[in-house]
């Protein structure tokens, strides 16, 4: 299987920044299955919502809320992606979560256990 461990989640006044470390592993991981990995965040009693994502051939989508304060990158050789969140709000703390959905014809859509971000006022 894959598997996605973050770090790089905590506490933070608004202003700041923090950044988000995705590593990935396990039997089934291969580059060149991955179609997206990208960024998602959950805050308490809202939906799931896409954060970032950056596709296989390099292609970034933003979601409006972030574009311009977060920074989404990847480096293959590490099986890592990151998230650099500048400028934090307190409307950015939730659990955010690192996913990597393979192509469709290889099937697989995975997600890491999540990591906490708080963003005080």
């Known amino acids: 299987q894959v598997q996605l461990v973050e770090s790089g989640g905590g506490l933070v006044q608004a202003g700041g920044s923090l950044r988000l470390s995705c590593a990935a592993s396990?039997?089934?991981?291969?580059?060149?299955?991955?179609?997206?990995m990208g960024w998602y965040r959950q805050a308490p009693g809202k939906q799931r919502e896409l954060v970032a994502e950056i596709f296989s051939g390099g292609r970034i989508n933003y979601s409006d809320s972030v574009k311009g304060r977060f920074t989404i990158s990847r480096d293959n050789a590490k099986r890592t992606v990151y998230l650099q969140m500048n400028s934090l709000e307190p409307e950015d703390t939730a659990v955010y979560y690192c996913?990597?959905?393979?192509?469709?014809?290889?099937?697989?859509?995975?997600w890491g256990q999540g990591t906490q971000v708080t963003v005080s006022s």
């Open positions: 396990g039997s089934r991981f291969n580059i060149n299955s991955i179609n997206t």
């Open positions: 996913n990597v959905k393979f192509w469709v014809s290889v099937g697989g859509d995975f």
